[in-house]
């Protein structure tokens, strides 16, 4: 999903720290981010096999707007999104205007190969400039301060594994018993006496989780403000949970994450795990 934020959010944030997910959306569909685009698809991948994907900015405002994509290498090291610059993948072009009520592609090239049997995790940012495009005073428009920013997930892989949202990406993964989410959990306490939920992805690709359940026709476990979202491969998050969760989970050896990270939503099994670092 695309996640729309100002730039003061950013800084504080790094990028985000937590992603709400309509696992209804289709992979293809355009989304309205916010009031002045849509941006599409909202799932952009990369395959072995291909070079660039294309990913389209349609302004439904009524002015013109001027933009800067950049592409940042994301990790969960840490425990935590971390976002960092990268060259693997060259958006062009790198700034556009787009006038009102028309569309742009934005073409996103690997530079090199990436690593075999890999999935690589980027974010794609899209910046607003409040730049001033028709009549003005020059000196006004030459100072650039962000207004808002897109965030939308992208996924390019390596020789051996792929997306498995294509045939051929499919027949690849079926080789592989590592090409999809292979989730643990876990629950302790922190230092300072609060629950976490610890989730951990043994496998070689994403889960993009709307939803935990203790049973698989059982209740979602809450995590109170707090959302799901994705758990990148060889990763591990946490979340916070109250006491009443933990106690929950304390009867179960096994429970089930709503994932969308696929052709279709699927209810996968996340077994226990005995230490969650």
């Not at 730049?131 to 962000?146: C, H, M, P, W």
């Not at 920013?149 to 027949?171: C, N, V, W």
């Not at 090409?179 to 922190?190: G, H």
Request: charged letters at 20%.
């Amino acid at each position: 999903m695309v996640i729309c934020m100002n730039n003061s959010a950013f800084i504080k944030n790094g990028i985000l720290k937590s992603f709400l997910f309509a696992s209804t959306l289709s992979l293809v569909t355009p989304v309205m981010a916010q009031a002045t685009f849509l941006i599409w698809p909202i799932y952009p991948k990369i395959e072995a096999n291909e070079k660039a994907t294309a990913v389209w900015l349609q302004n439904t405002g009524k002015t013109d707007a001027m933009v800067q994509i950049r592409v940042f290498k994301w990790n969960q090291d840490g425990l935590k999104d971390n976002y960092s610059e990268q060259s693997e993948i060259i958006p062009s072009p790198p700034v556009a205007k787009i006038k009102a009520g028309e569309k742009h592609m934005l073409r996103l090239t690997k530079s090199a190969n990436l690593p075999d049997g890999k999935e690589q995790s980027y974010r794609l940012i899209v910046d607003e400039l409040p730049i001033r495009l028709s009549d003005g005073n020059e000196q006004d428009a030459s100072k650039v301060s962000f207004q808002m920013r897109y965030s939308i997930p992208l996924f390019a892989y390596g020789k051996g594994i792929g997306s498995g949202l294509t045939e051929e990406s499919q027949k690849i993964n079926a080789k592989n018993a590592l090409a999809k989410p292979v989730l643990q959990w876990s629950v302790r306490n922190n230092q300072q006496g609060q629950s976490e939920l610890y989730l951990k992805n043994n496998g070689q690709k994403f889960a993009r989780l709307s939803a935990l359940k203790t049973s698989k026709t059982g209740n979602d476990i809450s995590l109170g403000k707090a959302a799901f979202g994705y758990v990148l491969s060889n990763s591990t998050v946490k979340f916070a949970i109250d006491q009443s969760t933990a106690h929950e989970l304390a009867k179960t050896s096994k429970i089930y994450g709503v994932d969308s990270s696929g052709i279709k939503q699927e209810l996968i099994e996340i077994t226990k795990m005995e230490d969650p670092s």
